[in-house]
């Protein structure tokens, strides 16, 4: 069975400065690989996904994340953080199969300093 | 409709009582989730409909947990004599059954508090 771990619980950055949110996973093929957020009381929008094909993946809202195969993580970055970023992340791998369910990692929440 | 439709967004009940929580999904969606979210956690699978039949029921917690998707569209999700740990907020989402994997879309979930 597939799972996915986010080491950081909180991360807080300043307002401008770059982030990056780490996410890895485990599972036996090629996953499919996502990542979600969602702000106080909403529910989960997708920010981008990873099927196949370019390891570098865009996204909404001038966010990436790149597929490493080697390491098993899926990061997700973006070059400047606007205060409107902060909320809880979450990562999420799914099975390549039909019958799957998506395993959603812990989160890891933003704040943004002014 | 437009997106994924869950009622009621809040429901407070005590300790013993039954529950029903609905999920309206994308008109056309074939697949249907349910997963919970307790506070500070990432949402936990609970169950995976494919039309009208429940294609992975493996996430539902106990036998107190039963969801229904009679027609392939709406989805209940029943949960009888409700406990203070049941006490979440319940999302739902959809997918487009196409060729490889689903991409979910979510509702905004429903809030549960068991007294």
């Known amino acids: 069975a597939q799972s996915v771990t986010q080491p950081d619980i909180h991360i807080t950055v300043s307002e401008g400065a770059s982030l990056e949110l780490r996410c890895n996973y485990s599972?036996?093929?090629?996953?499919?690989l996502f990542w979600y957020v969602q702000s106080p009381g909403q529910g989960l929008q997708l920010l981008l996904k990873?099927?196949?094909?370019?390891?570098l993946v865009q996204g909404i809202k001038g966010f990436e994340a790149e597929f490493k195969r080697s390491q098993s993580s899926f990061n997700l970055r973006k070059p400047s953080v606007h205060w409107s970023d902060a909320a809880e992340y979450f990562c999420?791998?799914?099975?390549?199969?039909?019958?799957?369910?998506?395993?959603f990692g812990p989160g890891t929440r933003l704040s943004v300093l002014p | 409709g437009a997106g994924v439709s869950q009622t009621p967004s809040n429901k407070v009940t005590e300790k013993g009582k039954y529950v029903e929580l609905r999920c309206d999904p994308i008109?056309?969606?074939?697949?249907l989730y349910w997963y919970r979210q307790s506070l500070g956690q990432g949402p936990e699978f609970l169950i995976y409909?494919?039309?009208?039949?429940?294609?992975?029921d493996s996430g539902l917690p106990n036998d107190r947990f039963f969801a229904v998707r009679p027609e392939g569209s709406v989805s209940t999700l029943k949960i009888q004599r409700t406990e203070r740990g049941d006490s979440a907020v319940y999302l739902c989402a959809s997918a487009f059954q196409g060729s490889g994997a689903n991409v979910l879309t979510f509702g905004a979930g429903s809030r549960l508090t068991v007294l």
């Open positions: 599972y036996g093929a090629t996953p499919y």
């Open positions: 008109s056309g969606h074939t697949a």
């Open positions: 409909f494919q039309g009208t039949g429940a294609a992975d």
């Open positions: 990873y099927f196949s094909g370019d390891t």
């Open positions: 999420a791998v799914g099975a390549h199969n039909y019958g799957q369910n998506f395993v």
